[in-house]
Nanobody, 129 residues
Framework: QVQLVESGGGLVQAGASLRLTCAAS????????MGWFRQAPGKEREFVAA????????YYGDSVKGRFTISRDNAKNTVNLQMNSLKSEDTAVYYC??????????????????????WGQGTQVTVSS
């Protein structure tokens, strides 16, 4: 089992940047594909970004493509989400998620929330216009 803790959220103005970090503890972090999701009030949880275990493949939701960058550091057991050019519609609680993988899935990423085994508690990001 792995525990996930997100940090880095806050209140910023439109156009600003934020960097979210997800720190993992427990089982070997490198055995997990990772993802970021977000949920705004009254809306369903939305896929933001995903990264494979081997740090080779990444994928982004259409609404953040070109503005957000996901990365991971398996030595530090962290996954980051760099968010640039923030918009008011990016306001949401952001969640980190982990999916256990085996060697034949090391290059895969996952975009469905149901694919993930573990979730963090979330961090609030508020973008004022």
């Amino acid at each position: 089992q792995v525990q996930l803790v997100e940090s880095g959220g806050g209140l910023v103005q439109a156009g600003a940047s934020l960097r979210l970090t997800c720190a993992a503890s427990g089982r070997s972090f490198s055995s997990y594909a990772m993802g970021w999701f977000r949920q705004a009030p009254g809306k369903e949880r939305e896929f933001v970004a995903a990264i494979s275990w081997n740090d080779v493949n990444v994928y982004y939701g259409d609404s953040v493509k070109g503005r957000f960058t996901i990365s991971r550091d398996n030595a530090k057991n962290t996954v980051n989400l760099q968010m640039n050019s923030l918009k008011s519609e990016d306001t949401a609680v952001y969640y980190c998620a982990a999916k256990s993988v085996t060697y034949w899935n090391y290059g895969d990423y996952y975009v469905r929330a149901d694919d993930y085994n573990y979730w963090g508690q979330g961090t609030q990001v508020t973008v004022s216009s």
